[in-house]
């Protein structure tokens, strides 16, 4: 293997990987270097370009830590991440649509009882939500458990807040018997993702903007049933049409009512897909 050019590199990299033992590994690695190579090709990238590529994702390194993930930030603005999850989470007609995860969910949140504010003091309007928890045959599942987070009236999570200590505008509550669920909360405002770092300066040089529209986060678990991760978003909200990471689904936008005394209700049923038979 010497004197490579230009015209069979690509093989020779895809050659190295002949001994590679998991089958799967080397199917990605294979179509990963010929991708990789095509696209160099196709943009005649220069070794300019090539060193800003390779400063771009050093600095998304710097920038990560324990509360920061600039790489799936970056996957979440490219549309990777929802790419991911449309092409994993094709469910029944009928079903709950999935969205992307997002970076700010915690693992261990505060169990609350039906009826709780999980607001917790977080700033923002008071709002009720309610609905049940069905099956794809309209079944109530009972005891589904539902994870839930969204970010302030500032637009910010309780993770995002330097020095706050205790969980807020997040929690956990169990649906009941019939699969209904309610609890208190605040009205999800439209808000910025992180973008202080590269991920943000990539925005700011293609022309793109970092907001995303006002929506609540679920994750919901019950036995039988696959675990659905998924967002509900405020309808009229600003940038449902142009979300920075591509999440919104038309099935997932809900109509949050403002009540006579100035607080909201936001009622949304949700449907699981039962987990098939092995
Ligand atoms: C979120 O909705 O929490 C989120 C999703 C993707 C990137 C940043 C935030
Ligand atoms: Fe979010």
């Excluded at 018997?177 to 910025?192: D, K, L, Q």
């Amino acid at each position: 293997m010497r004197n490579l050019n230009q015209d069979n590199i690509t093989q020779a990299v895809i050659a190295s990987f002949a001994n590679t033992a998991n089958p799967r590994l080397k199917t990605i690695m294979t179509s990963l270097v010929q991708h990789l190579h095509a696209f160099a090709r196709e943009v005649k990238l220069t070794e300019e370009e090539w060193f800003q590529g390779i400063d771009f994702v050093t600095r998304c390194g710097h920038i990560t830590d324990d509360k920061r993930q600039e790489f799936i930030l970056l996957s979440d603005v490219l549309g990777l991440s929802m790419l991911t999850v449309a092409m994993n989470n094709d469910k029944p007609e009928g079903c709950t649509e999935a969205t992307v995860f997002g970076p700010f969910h915690v693992e261990g949140a505060p169990h609350y009882e039906l009826g709780d504010d999980i607001a917790n003091g977080a700033k923002g309007t008071p709002c009720l939500v309610r609905g049940t928890v069905k099956g794809i045959n309209g079944e109530p599942v009972p005891g589904a458990v539902m994870d839930v987070w969204q970010s302030d009236d500032d637009g910010l999570y309780d993770v995002q807040h330097e020095g706050l200590d205790h969980a807020q505008s997040r929690g956990i509550v169990t649906a009941d018997a019939n699969g209904n669920y309610h609890f208190r909360s605040i009205v999800a405002v439209p808000y910025a993702i992180p973008h202080d770092g590269p991920v943000g300066q990539m925005l700011d040089a293609t022309g793109r903007h970092p907001w995303r529209p006002a929506h609540l986060h679920f994750m919901i678990k019950a036995p039988g049933y696959e675990t659905l991760i998924t967002h509900v978003f405020r309808d009229n909200s600003d940038y449902l049409d142009s979300d920075a990471v591509f999440g919104v689904r038309q099935s997932l936008v809900c109509d949050w009512v403002q009540q006579p005394d100035g607080t909201y209700l936001m009622e949304y049923d949700f449907v699981l897909n039962p987990v098939k038979a092995q």
